[in-house]
């Protein structure tokens, strides 16, 4: 079974623009959860989407969004990039809820706000 | 406000040692402890996890050891191995939340 797979790798732009992740989840899992990861505050949740849905958000600005499409993939965007943006972006997804069932992590989109 | 604390932030062991990572919780509704280790460039990966229904859970070479009362959890890495070498990750989840709280990481490094 291929693993959670996350693109671009790798990604720079600049203050004030905006920026679109991929995230594509384990065949048949339902839930993804994406988190950033910078060297001063850790690994910190962004949010999670089940169905389509966003089932449980983390305290982040409204410049960050996320979907799911129907077909469990889905997207995260941040909008007026500032430099703290800089980070490692993660995606994990999970059959239903993170509570119960095991995540797994993607190797991350590494973003880089100049 | 950091829900969980994690220690020490590096540690050094040699081959055959034991590596003891200790975690700190304040939050009594968390119900699920996982550990991740996270080797550079990949994303964290499921190590072990417990329930606060039990004391101690061991997989291999990987124990974690939950004290309720406390308010504590540490992974015992017995045998430390060079390619143990990775950073590792407590986190705590509530069940009905589904957001992982994680720790600020250990930098394990294991030499020969």
């Known amino acids: 079974k291929a693993g959670v797979t996350q693109t671009p790798r790798y990604l720079i732009k600049t203050r004030g623009q905006q920026v679109t992740l991929s995230c594509s989840p384990i065949s048949g899992h339902r839930s993804v959860s994406w988190y950033q990861q910078t060297p001063g505050q850790g690994l910190q949740f962004l949010f999670e989407?089940?169905?389509?849905?966003?089932?449980n958000k983390g305290n982040f600005p409204g410049r960050f969004s996320g979907r799911q499409f129907s077909n469990s993939r889905s997207e995260m965007n941040v909008s007026t990039l500032e430099l703290g943006d800089s980070a490692l972006y993660l995606c994990?997804?999970?059959?239903?809820?993170?509570?119960?069932?095991?995540?797994?992590f993607g190797p991350g989109t590494r973003l880089t706000v100049l | 406000q950091q829900q969980v604390k994690q220690s020490p932030q590096s540690l050094i062991v040699q081959k055959g040692g034991i590596s003891i990572i200790n975690c700190a919780y304040e939050?009594?509704?968390?119900?699920?402890f996982p550990w991740y280790q996270q080797f550079p460039g990949k994303g964290p990966a499921l190590l072990i996890a417990i329930r606060p229904d039990v004391s101690e859970k061991k997989e291999g070479r990987f124990t974690i050891s939950f004290n309720k009362s406390a308010k504590q959890f540490s992974l015992h890495i017995m045998d430390s191995q060079p390619g143990d070498s990775a950073t590792y990750f407590c986190?705590?989840?509530?069940?009905?939340?589904?957001?992982?709280?994680f720790g600020t990481g250990t930098r394990l490094q294991v030499f020969p």
């Open positions: 989407y089940f169905s389509e849905t966003q089932r």
């Open positions: 939050n009594t509704a968390f119900d699920y």
């Open positions: 994990a997804s999970s059959l239903d809820r993170p509570s119960t069932d095991t995540q797994y």
């Open positions: 986190a705590a989840l509530k069940g009905n939340t589904d957001k992982l709280i």
